[in-house]
């Protein structure tokens, strides 16, 4: 199957599927998980080794174009986007559900593209995929609100900060902020103290599992494939091209390779472990990888906020400081913080626990924007974890979609990386998966 040009032909796991919930799971693709590395998250697999796992004895395997790894938000933005080019697909996912991790564990927030450097992936493809985000939530009923955002200078020496902000945010290609004074932001949101404020009219939120449920039915519609419980084992090169290998269980020990098939590989958290198990992908192409994980407190009772609020980005913060969002039903929360953790090596951990006692650490923070903000009202909610390219102390890194050209790639053709996808990347989601699609196509 092929289409706009695409014309290479692969192997898929299996063509036969069943229904399981809410997603399509290929028979026969149900069972353990085969792990590549050691118990010690920070050992990297020698080629060695991924070259026997990958290339071990497995029966004949059918044909497939396209094989995407990882069903989160991106994953299947891709996934979609491929199948509607026509191409036959298989998403596998190493979870039992789509969107178990980073993908379900953060703000929802639709952003309007405002914080990133000029001239950078982040920049661009928040910019296009806020667009493209409001228009699919419009015709697939996914629930959303343009709920509009406050970002917030608490005190006056940070007046030229906002201003300048706003110009930056213009050649962004957001022309749309609104300057506001004290009073003036404080008739929209009486309980805030702002010396200051810029309002952000395309600033939304939106229901992220209905988003995701929403991408894999289209691209199930389109012949998609969803694989779960289905972790990638490894893969090789072959005739210019990657022939990968996946390792599951159904009714005994069941190995089938998929092989030739182009591959795209978000991986989430996994990005770097997974392009390591690539025999012949060089390992001076895989980047660092930094966990930064985000605690998020819950406020207890009513809120008194109709919008998000945002403080002004304090310079040598890895985020955006602790804010305050809110859910579709209305509640209310705060956070992200950053809570680096230890070298993840090639196979992170992803600790979900929030610690109580950091909301000592939430409460001033908090109270600079909403000075009535209670004791005890907050409570710990949930945490996430986000893939970073820079560490602390470092500028934050872009986003980083690596092909087989250029300055950054990896040589082989057929096959994208997508490292270093946080925020916005719920957002940038379906431009990204449109910006790594033309990648593939122009290096087939």
């Not at 920070?42 to 060695?48: A, F, H, L, M, Q």
Request: proline fraction near 7%.
């Amino acid at each position: 199957m092929t289409s706009s040009g695409c014309k290479l032909a692969g192997q898929v796991l299996c063509a036969a599927r069943m229904r399981t919930g809410h997603a399509a799971v290929p028979s026969g693709l149900l069972g353990d998980l085969k792990s590549l590395t050691s118990s010690s998250s920070s050992v990297r697999v020698p080629e060695s080794q991924a070259r026997a796992l990958a290339t071990s004895q497995a029966p004949e395997a059918t044909n497939v174009d396209c094989v995407v790894i990882g069903a989160g938000v991106v994953g299947l933005a891709c996934a979609r986007a491929l199948a509607q080019r026509g191409q036959e697909v298989v998403v596998v996912e190493a979870a039992g559900a789509i969107g178990t991790e980073t993908s379900s564990r953060h703000s929802e927030v639709i952003h309007a593209g405002i914080y990133y450097p000029l001239g950078s992936l982040k920049a661009r493809l928040c910019v296009e995929g806020k667009a493209r985000l409001y228009d699919f939530c419009r015709q697939y009923r996914v629930p959303y609100k343009a709920i509009t955002k406050l970002i917030v200078a608490t005190s006056k020496d940070q007046l030229p900060d906002l201003d300048a902000f706003r110009e930056t945010a213009a050649r962004h290609g957001v022309p749309d902020l609104q300057r506001l004074s004290g009073p003036e932001a404080q008739q929209l949101e009486p309980a805030l103290a702002a010396a200051g404020a810029l309002l952000s009219p395309s600033t939304g939120i939106l229901d992220s599992h209905a988003y995701m449920a929403a991408l894999l039915a289209d691209a199930e519609a389109h012949g998609a494939v969803l694989a779960l419980n289905t972790r990638v084992a490894g893969g090789w090169v072959e005739v210019s091209h990657l022939r990968a290998r996946w390792v599951v269980n159904a009714a005994g020990e069941l190995r089938r390779p998929a092989s030739r098939a182009r591959i795209r590989a978000p991986a989430g958290l996994h990005a770097m472990r997974v392009a390591a198990t690539m025999v012949g992908l060089p390992r001076s192409a895989i980047p660092r990888l930094y966990l930064a994980k985000g605690n998020y407190f819950s406020l207890a009772g009513r809120c008194p906020f109709g919008r998000l609020i945002y403080p002004m980005p304090e310079r040598g913060l890895a985020g955006l400081g602790t804010h305050l969002t809110l859910d579709m039903a209305g509640g209310a929360r705060f956070g992200p913080d950053v809570e680096w953790l230890p070298d993840p090596g090639l196979d992170p951990s992803t600790p979900i626990d929030v610690d109580p006692h950091r909301a000592d650490l939430f409460y001033p923070a908090i109270r600079r924007f909403f000075p009535s903000l209670p004791d005890g009202a907050l409570q710990p909610a949930y945490s996430g974890c986000r893939p970073k390219l820079s560490g602390p102390g470092q500028p934050a890194a872009d986003f980083m979609v690596q092909g087989a050209r250029g300055g950054r790639g990896h040589g082989l053709r057929g096959w994208v990386n997508m490292y270093g996808i946080e925020s916005p990347g719920l957002t940038s989601s379906l431009a990204l998966a449109q910006h790594a699609v033309q990648l593939l196509v122009a290096e087939a």
